[in-house]
């Protein structure tokens, strides 16, 4: 992993990018089962809020708890912006020249964003997200103060079908910084990225390793 200066602080979300998947093939276990479309860019993002979605059971035996089942589902929450774009509205809800169709099921996709701190900017990728229902339609009539009506949609962040990874979230320095808002990151080549980079700096600090 690289290193960086830990933040003390995060805040601001901007840069949103999209990456329609378009294929899903569970016989790749290289980490390359997802294929996505070209990504484009969903400005006037305001909100990201993504509680955590996890899933817990307490099995009872012996007149007490006896064993406890717990499971990470990702995310879910939403996401808000000033307007959502026409290309979005096309290439994920599936509209056609403004005309929503009922029998159109909206695409899951792949989205990057950038947040910032007091001493750096960091990016974040999630896998897999749905939409759980279409965006609401809200207009309010102007009145004597002006105010805008944003488009909020519901969302779960899930696991990759494959690999099971939620997300990845990086920094200056790290390898995937400069490409992961262009490029969709591939979680087996960063597991094992990782892996080489700690056992890397084991050797080093090893004083009976070899020369």
């Not at 479309?37 to 509680?51: C, D, V």
């Not at 099995?59 to 774009?85: I, R, W």
């Not at 079908?161 to 262009?182: C, E, M, N, Q, R």
């Amino acid at each position: 992993m690289a290193k960086h200066d830990k933040n003390l602080i995060k805040y601001g979300i901007k840069n949103i990018r999209i990456f329609p998947i378009t294929g899903i093939d569970l016989s790749k276990t290289d980490g390359s089962a997802y294929t996505y479309s070209t990504p484009f860019p969903l400005p006037g993002a305001q909100t990201l809020n993504l509680p955590s979605n996890w899933a817990s059971n307490t099995v009872f035996a012996d007149d007490g708890p006896y064993a406890e089942q717990k499971a990470n589902l990702g995310y879910e929450g939403s996401q808000t912006h000033v307007m959502l774009t026409e290309q979005f509205e096309e290439e994920i809800l599936g509209d056609v020249n403004g005309q929503e169709n009922a029998d159109v099921i909206p695409k899951d996709y792949g989205m990057a964003f950038e947040f910032s701190g007091d001493k750096n900017k960091g990016r974040c990728f999630l896998y897999h997200v749905s939409l759980t229902k279409r965006p609401d339609i809200i207009h309010n009539t102007k009145s004597n103060s002006l105010s805008v009506d944003s488009d909020t949609m519901n969302i779960i962040a899930k696991p990759r079908l494959d690999t099971h990874d939620v997300k990845v979230k990086v920094y200056p320095g790290d390898a995937l910084y400069d490409t992961i808002l262009t490029t969709p990151p591939n979680p087996v080549e960063r597991a094992q990225a990782e892996t080489d980079s700690t056992e890397g700096t084991q050797e080093e600090t090893d004083p009976d390793s070899k020369p």
